[in-house]
């Protein structure tokens, strides 16, 4: 047992003995996947009882059971009241069921977790019928009130635990990435080799079936790799659809302004009429039913794009956004590597020729000047 449940079962030992009753239990409510019609209620470990009664928690006939017996109670505990009650005044089959366990008359109060009703605190007497006091009454409000704050207050550690735990996952996640886009580019010297690797793993983050890579190359739209809900598409059938290049209309430019502009502009329908004709028909075509598009960008301009293909509407993307551009980051640094890298290639061809050609005219030169002579 955790903290909490040693700290819940201490005072529900000291109420029972300082009121001198049989059993003290908390119960809490939860929905029957079979039967939506009342809520249920289960025993909790949440227990303490003297040794004239039995734990409710480990006897198997009572550990859980539906309001809809007592739809009385159910009632006023939704409405923050608490209850007295003599067994004998029960209606069956719960006065059958608590008389098993002993209970002659029993004092309930509900428990409040952010709001919300949970469950109840009961209190059990099995010896003789008792009739509380209000002293009595407020002290297991007040025990009540206690339990909820700190079921409430381990909610919220657990819930930072998770978080803690959720960033610690996504920051080795976008480190592995980085790691493995940075070893791709030394492995690989194939630009589209490399894009391919990061798609796949873009695919493998986001959780999309489908998946391009964008590129923006003059009046044009190219997209160097393509993946289906299959695996990579073969080249010569993404170029007998027409799916390899396109042109950069006046629609698809405002699509990419869009992209590069507002942070939020990246999810397109598939059918958004923005779209080049072959890719909506390849959305339609895998019941793609979001487009996700993470930019592709240096400072204010837009080299391309990540597009994923989503079966969900609204996919949950939230986490995993920051591992794609991270991604992004690193296709774009590839492609402007390679294309920095021809612009230095073909400067020094040019160079070279001019270098030839001054060569050539210094000999033709000579050679005239020889001839002349």
């Not at 903290?3 to 201490?10: E, G, M």
């Not at 993404?238 to 209309?249: E, I, W």
Request: a negative charge; one cysteine or more; aromatic letters at 8%.
């Amino acid at each position: 047992m955790g903290d909490l449940d040693d700290s819940v079962n201490t005072a529900l030992q000291i109420i029972g003995e300082a009121l001198d009753t049989d059993r003290v239990n908390a119960i809490k409510n939860f929905d029957h996947p079979l039967d939506s019609s009342f809520p249920y209620w289960r025993a909790l470990e949440y227990e303490w009882y003297s040794s004239n009664a039995v734990s409710q928690f480990l006897d198997p006939d009572n550990t859980q059971g539906s309001y809809g017996d007592i739809p009385s109670l159910l009632e006023l505990f939704a409405q923050g009241k608490s209850i007295s009650y003599v067994i004998g005044d029960m209606l069956e089959p719960f006065r059958s069921k608590q008389i098993a366990i002993g209970v002659k008359s029993t004092h309930i109060v509900p428990i409040f977790v952010e709001g919300k009703w949970w469950g109840v605190l009961g209190l059990d007497d099995c010896r003789e019928v008792k009739h509380r006091s209000a002293v009595e009454l407020s002290l297991l409000k007040i025990a009540a009130n206690c339990i909820g704050s700190a079921i409430q207050r381990d909610r919220t550690q657990q819930s930072l635990l998770r978080s803690e735990q959720e960033r610690a996952t996504e920051l080795e996640k976008a480190n592995k990435a980085l790691a493995d886009a940075i070893a791709g580019m030394a492995r690989l010297e194939n630009l589209e080799n490399f894009l391919v690797e990061m798609l796949k793993v873009s695919l493998e983050i986001s959780g999309a079936h489908s998946g391009a890579v964008v590129l923006i190359e003059g009046d044009f739209l190219r997209y160097p790799v393509l993946f289906d809900n299959k695996g990579l598409v073969d080249p010569q059938i993404q170029r007998s659809r027409g799916l390899d290049v396109s042109k950069l209309s006046p629609k698809s430019k405002d699509l990419a302004l869009s992209i590069l502009k507002s942070p939020t502009a990246w999810v397109v329908n598939p059918n958004d009429s923005r779209m080049p004709p072959e890719f909506v028909a390849f959305h339609q075509e895998y019941n793609n039913r979001s487009i996700r598009h993470i930019p592709m960008q240096i400072s204010d301009r837009l080299i391309g794009w990540l597009g994923l293909g989503f079966a969900e509407e609204d996919p949950p993307m939230g986490k995993s956004f920051g591992l794609l551009k991270v991604l992004a980051e690193q296709m774009t640094l590839a492609v402007e590597m390679l294309r920095l890298s021809n612009e230095a290639q073909q400067t020094a061809i040019a160079r070279e020729h001019e270098r030839a050609a001054e060569t050539r005219f210094t000999e033709l030169t000579q050679a005239n000047q020889a001839i002349s002579i």
